[in-house]
Nanobody, 126 residues
Framework: QFQLVESGGGLVQAGGSLRLSCAASGRTFSDYAMGWFRQAPGKERDIVSAITRSGDTTYYADSVKGRFTIFRDNAKNTVYLRMNGLTVDDTAVYYC???????????????????WGQGTQVTVSS
């Protein structure tokens, strides 16, 4: 069983920073591309960022480009999301997800990711 456990969420003031972590176990981590999604109350779950298996290609939603950075450490079986310049609109539950393969045409699709973590809450106060 492929387990994904997110951590690092919390309450932060607007303009602040957080770093989310997602620790994987149960499968070979480097065999999976990883994505971060988020879901705000009453809204759909949307892509935030994704990274290929080797980490050589990253993708970002337009709303977070230039503020968020995704990276992974395959030796530690962990993917990270560094979030800077947080705004109240970034408030959501953040989920990490794993997919056997993604590319530019598919990384946004939640259905491409068969494995999901439980999520971590990020709340940004004004």
């Amino acid at each position: 069983q492929f387990q994904l456990v997110e951590s690092g969420g919390g309450l932060v003031q607007a303009g602040g920073s957080l770093r989310l972590s997602c620790a994987a176990s149960g499968r070979t981590f480097s065999d999976y591309a990883m994505g971060w999604f988020r879901q705000a109350p009453g809204k759909e779950r949307d892509i935030v960022s994704a990274i290929t298996r080797s980490g050589d290609t990253t993708y970002y939603a337009d709303s977070v480009k230039g503020r968020f950075t995704i990276f992974r450490d395959n030796a530690k079986n962990t993917v990270y999301l560094r979030m800077n310049g947080l705004t109240v609109d970034d408030t959501a539950v953040y989920y990490c997800a794993a997919a056997p393969f993604i590319d530019f045409n598919t990384y946004r699709r939640a259905a491409m990711y068969p494995h999901w973590g439980q999520g971590t809450q990020v709340t940004v106060s004004s």
